[in-house]
């Protein structure tokens, strides 16, 4: 079925510190993974992807580890900030036409 | 500013009531997607247009119904609203009728049902 399942409903870390999110995934047709972002009020807006064919993608200070074996999808957000509090949502792709979400981990930051 | 506009911004309506939303997707794009976002329920997927016609349908009510026009732009529309319905709704879009290339979404309408 579609189903894609966050381990840690808040994390709460030290300005400074790294995050680690996790997000587990049910379906192995899987091919496509995005991290989203979403502030108070606002739209989720897109961190990073990744496809199937790859285990790990870099942004400045995110990345994405992708373990398909145990289908298991992490972002690491470096140097935590402030503005890094937010909540995140990972999202897979099976076959082409819609985003599955899960329900998301809230990510508050201690100044 | 993503790109993605949808309007109204918030609306407060009363159960048994009909509101149209809508979206205008990013320049380019010709896919449409309608997600509603409630606290218990998370983002959950409710339509996609590509290019005026329906591509896919998710979890959608039949008091729910959408539709994208030749100028790309796409309405949600919500009758016999009920307290329940009351949520985020947000709108998305890609420029492939694929979602393996990600969204950009709206800022979200906000209705309120009382």
């Known amino acids: 079925g579609e189903s894609v399942g966050l381990h840690l409903p808040t994390l709460s870390v030290q300005e400074g510190d790294n995050s680690i999110i996790n997000c587990a995934y049910s379906n192995s047709a899987s091919d496509y993974f995005i991290w989203y972002k979403q502030e108070s009020g606002k739209g989720p807006q897109f961190i990073i992807d990744?496809?199937?064919?790859?285990d790990k993608r870099q942004g400045q200070r995110v990345t994405v580890l992708l373990n398909k074996t145990v289908k298991h999808l992490s972002l690491q957000i470096a140097a935590t900030q402030p503005g890094d509090s937010a909540v995140y949502f990972c999202a897979e792709n099976i076959r082409g036409n819609k985003l599955v979400f899960g329900a998301g981990t809230i990510l508050r930051v201690k100044s | 500013d993503s790109g993605v506009t949808q309007t109204p911004k918030h609306l407060i309506t009363a159960t048994g009531q009909r509101v149209t939303l809508r979206c205008s997707p990013r320049s380019g794009d010709l896919s449409v997607y309608w997600y509603q976002q409630s606290l218990d329920q998370g983002l959950q997927f409710l339509i996609q247009y590509y290019n005026g016609e329906e591509r896919a349908k998710g979890n959608i009510l039949e008091r729910f119904s959408a539709q994208q026009f030749p100028d790309l732009h796409s309405e949600l529309n919500l009758s016999s609203l009920e307290l329940g319905d009351s949520a985020l709704y947000f709108c998305?879009?890609?420029?492939?009728?694929?979602?393996?290339?990600?969204?950009?979404f709206g800022s979200g309408t906000r209705l309120t049902v009382v």
């Open positions: 998305a879009s890609s420029v492939q009728g694929a979602a393996n290339y990600g969204y950009t």
């Open positions: 990744i496809r199937s064919n790859m």
